[in-house]
C-alpha cells in the first residue's frame, strides 16, 4: 500500500529565507523582461509593466469621413478587378425560362403510360411460358430418377437368374 507524505512543519527561518531568495528571482527576472521591452521600443519599463491598467481606445470616425472611406476603397477594388465604373446591378437571363405547355406534359404521360403498359405485357407473355417450362424440367428429373432405381433393381437380382432369364 502506497502512503502520501504527510506535510511537514517547516521552521519559520527556512520559509522567510525562501521567500527571500523567490523575490530576488522575481526582480531579477522583471529586470531582464524591462531590457527586452526597451530593446523593442516598447517605451520605459514602468509604462510597459502595467498594459493592461491603459486599454487603448479606438478611433471614432465621423460618417462623412466612413463614406470618403469606402468610395476610396470601391475604388481601389475596382482598379484590381479592372472595372471603370460603379459595379453595375447583375443582368437578367438573356433567355426566360421554358415552361411545358399542358398539352406537352399530358403526351409524355400517355408516352410513358403505353411504354409501361408494354414493358408488363412482355414480361406477362414471358411468365407463363417459363412457368411451362418449370414442370417440364421437374417430370424429366422424376424420369431420371425412375430410370436409376430401376438399374439398381436389375443390378440386385442375382446373376443365377439374370442367365437363366437370358437362355
Known amino acids: 500500500m502506497l502512503r502520501m507524505a504527510r506535510p511537514r512543519k517547516l521552521a519559520p527561518e527556512v520559509l522567510t529565507a525562501a521567500l527571500a531568495g523567490f523575490?530576488?528571482?522575481k526582480q531579477?527576472?522583471?529586470a531582464q523582461i524591462a531590457n527586452v521591452r526597451?530593446?523593442?521600443g516598447a517605451g520605459p519599463a514602468g509604462a510597459a509593466a502595467t498594459p493592461?491598467?491603459?486599454?487603448r481606445r479606438r478611433k471614432k470616425f465621423s460618417a462623412a469621413t466612413r463614406r470618403r472611406m469606402k468610395a476610396?476603397?470601391?475604388k481601389r477594388?475596382?482598379?484590381i478587378r479592372g472595372e471603370s465604373g460603379p459595379p453595375a446591378p447583375a443582368k437578367?437571363?438573356?433567355?426566360?425560362?421554358r415552361k411545358m405547355s399542358a398539352a406537352g406534359r399530358k403526351a409524355i404521360i400517355e408516352a410513358?403510360?403505353?411504354?409501361w403498359a408494354r414493358v408488363r405485357a412482355e414480361a406477362a407473355k414471358a411468365k407463363p411460358a417459363a412457368a411451362k417450362k418449370a414442370p417440364a424440367k421437374k417430370a424429366a428429373v422424376k424420369k431420371v430418377a425412375a430410370k436409376k432405381a430401376a438399374a439398381k433393381k436389375t443390378a440386385t437380382t442375382p446373376a443365377p437368374a439374370a442367365a437363366a432369364t437370358a437362355q
Open 112 to 115: 410513358t403510360k403505353k411504354r
Open 92 to 97: 437578367a437571363p438573356a433567355k426566360p425560362k
Open 52 to 55: 493592461a491598467a491603459t486599454p
Open 77 to 79: 477594388w475596382a482598379k
Open 38 to 40: 526597451q530593446m523593442l
Open 72 to 74: 476610396a476603397q470601391q
Open 28 to 30: 531579477r527576472i522583471d
Open 23 to 25: 523575490e530576488v528571482q
